[in-house]
């Protein structure tokens, strides 16, 4: 035992440097450098020595910091997309409601008026494409749009403004 002491007091501190100087994290150094000596005591009999101690543990603590930050970059890897996944169905469900919300509002309109306004507003069609295929005049399209919004004014402030945000950033949920 006591040799295993002084082979712990005389390295400690210089093997912890070397993994320190690969991992960057102090504790994360020491216990790769305390595993090393556990693992090196349970095995010290099968172990053969064939240079030094010294040089034998630099390369043991070199190739165990390694394999701490490949194992950390896994387990940081598999985090990331748990977190991801978790954050791609609240994202989901928060369009779906956001949907749903102006699908309400719009189904307050009248049908042709709706129809209008969501070909344009929505679904980013010209005034003229509308015109055509509903053989109206582009102004009959002009009013029904913007008796639209002046209802959605009126309706309620809140769903008017999400209806506004869809229109100007022409989002592309539908």
């Given amino acids: ?3 295993f002491d002084s082979l ?15 991992l960057k994290d102090r504790d994360a150094a020491k216990d790769v450098v305390h595993d090393f000596f556990i693992s090196y005591w349970q095995k010290k009999n099968n172990i053969s020595i064939e240079i030094s101690f010294r040089a034998y543990a630099v390369k043991a603590i070199k190739n165990l910091s390694i394999q701490a930050i490949r194992k950390s970059e896994k387990e940081n890897s598999l985090l990331n997309k748990v977190v ?12 779906i409601n956001f949907k749903q919300k102006i699908f309400r509002v719009l189904e307050k309109l009248p049908e042709k008026r709706r ?11 010209s005034y003229e494409e509308i015109a055509e295929t509903r053989a109206i005049s582009i102004n009959t399209v ?12 009126t309706y309620r402030r809140e769903d008017f403004v ?5 229109s100007i950033s022409s989002l592309y949920l539908f």
């Fill in 84 to 95: 991801l996944q978790e954050y791609d169905i609240q994202r989901d469900t928060e369009v």
């Fill in 142 to 153: 002009k009013t029904q749009i913007k008796r639209s919004y002046a209802f959605l004014r």
């Fill in 162 to 166: 999400i209806i506004f945000i869809c």
């Fill in 8 to 22: 712990f007091k005389e390295h400690y501190t210089f093997l912890c440097l070397i993994s320190y100087s690969i």
């Fill in 1 to 3: 035992m006591k040799n």
């Fill in 115 to 125: 129809e209008i306004f969501v070909a344009a507003v929505l679904n980013g069609h």
